[in-house]
Nanobody
């Protein structure tokens, strides 16, 4: 069993930055892949970014490429999402997710464990 706890969400002005954290506990393996998803008001949940637990493979949604960076600290069992140049359309609840597999996936169905979510609001 894997437990995920997100933090770091909040209110930020357009153009600002936030860093989300996802603390991972329980059983993790070298083949675990971590992802971030988000759900905006009235919209479906969508993929944001993913990173393999071991190695340096990452993937990003086109809408965040160049602005968001996903990275992990294995010693701290934490995955981060650094969000820069935030836009109002980035407003959503952001979820951390984990899956068993060495490949990143953009499909929420591929992930086995989910956090409770942390809200991000981008507004002036």
């Amino acid at each position: 069993q894997v437990q995920l706890v997100e933090s770091g969400g909040g209110l930020v002005q357009p153009g600002g930055s936030l860093r989300l954290s996802c603390a991972v506990s329980g059983r993790t393996f070298s083949s675990t892949t971590m992802g971030w998803f988000r759900r905006a008001p009235g919209k479906e949940r969508e993929f944001v970014a993913a990173v393999t637990w071991v190695g340096v493979r990452t993937s990003y949604a086109d809408s965040v490429k160049g602005r968001f960076t996903i990275f992990r600290d294995n010693a701290q069992n934490t995955v981060y999402l650094q969000m820069n140049s935030l836009k109002p359309e980035d407003t959503a609840v952001y979820y951390c997710a984990a899956r068993s597999g060495i490949a990143t996936s953009t499909s929420s169905a591929a992930y086995d464990y989910w956090g409770q979510g942390t809200p991000v609001t981008v507004s002036s």
